[in-house]
């Protein structure tokens, strides 16, 4: 089974600040990726940050990058120099590749609200 | 573009009716999934399919069925049976898992789905 725990429901960051989204796992493959996605008020689902679980190095993408922590089964989104275009839902999610194979969970998501 | 495309944006569906939303991708990915996200929620899976002529039971699986005749294609249907269909519902897809676990899921703009 696969389980993503994301425990804070809404958080505030002032403009320019950085922020941190927490995101816990649980699963029983000991191949998988995690993910985190965006979702706007509008709806869409848009892709933002990758990281391999025999990645090494924690996975960047211009002002995203994941604090991966294998041990802690954590994977946390910071969001650095935070703008107002990211007050969004945030989304955790992991997919298997060999007991879950194919399988994608998602958390429950963090809202994040930017203050100017 | 490539890209998926989900239809009708809006559906409204009436008591004991059967409806089918529609999920087209050209982003020849193999594999493809309905997930359900109820208001301030999270993404339930609830079917998901690898390939042609192949496909599991999500996570919420009762009161839906799904076929994949076509790799492009992958239409849900709500059935009478599903007594809460009210939700947004989101088709991805994405590479076959065993092509690794680096590969992200892309969405459709997804479909809200109503009561009458």
């Known amino acids: 089974a696969q389980k993503i725990t994301q425990t804070q429901p809404g958080m505030f960051v002032q403009e320019k600040e950085a922020v941190t989204l927490d995101c816990t796992y649980d699963?029983?493959?000991?191949?998988?990726?995690l993910f985190w996605y965006k979702q706007p008020s509008s709806g869409e689902m848009i892709f933002l940050i990758y990281?391999?679980?025999?990645?090494?190095q924690n996975a960047t993408e211009g002002r995203y990058s994941l604090n991966f922590q294998k041990a802690r089964k954590s994977a946390n989104l910071v969001i650095s120099a935070s703008q107002l275009g990211d007050s969004a839902m945030y989304f955790c999610?992991?997919?298997?590749?060999?007991?879950?194979?194919?399988?994608?969970?998602f958390g429950d998501g963090t809202t994040l609200t930017v203050k100017p | 573009d490539g890209g998926i495309t989900q239809s009708p944006k809006y559906l409204f569906r009436k008591e004991g009716q059967n409806v089918t939303l529609s999920c087209e991708q050209n982003?020849?990915?193999?594999?493809m999934y309905w997930y359900r996200q109820d208001p301030g929620q999270g993404l339930r899976l609830i079917y998901y399919?690898?390939?042609?002529?192949?496909?599991q039971k999500g996570d919420i699986a009762e009161g839906y069925s799904v076929s994949r005749e076509k790799k492009e294609s992958f239409p849900l249907t709500v059935t009478s049976a599903q007594k809460n269909p009210t939700a947004f519902y989101l088709c991805?897809?994405?590479?076959?898992?065993?092509?690794?676990?680096?590969?992200?899921?892309?969405f459709g703009d997804g479909t809200r789905l109503s009561i009458l």
């Open positions: 991805a897809s994405s590479a076959h898992s065993a092509q690794g676990s680096n590969q992200p899921q892309h």
């Open positions: 982003l020849n990915h193999d594999a």
């Open positions: 399919s690898q390939i042609v002529n192949d496909f």
């Open positions: 699963t029983s493959d000991p191949s998988y990726g």
């Open positions: 999610a992991m997919r298997g590749v060999n007991t879950n194979a194919g399988k994608s969970t």
């Open positions: 990281q391999g679980s025999y990645d090494q």
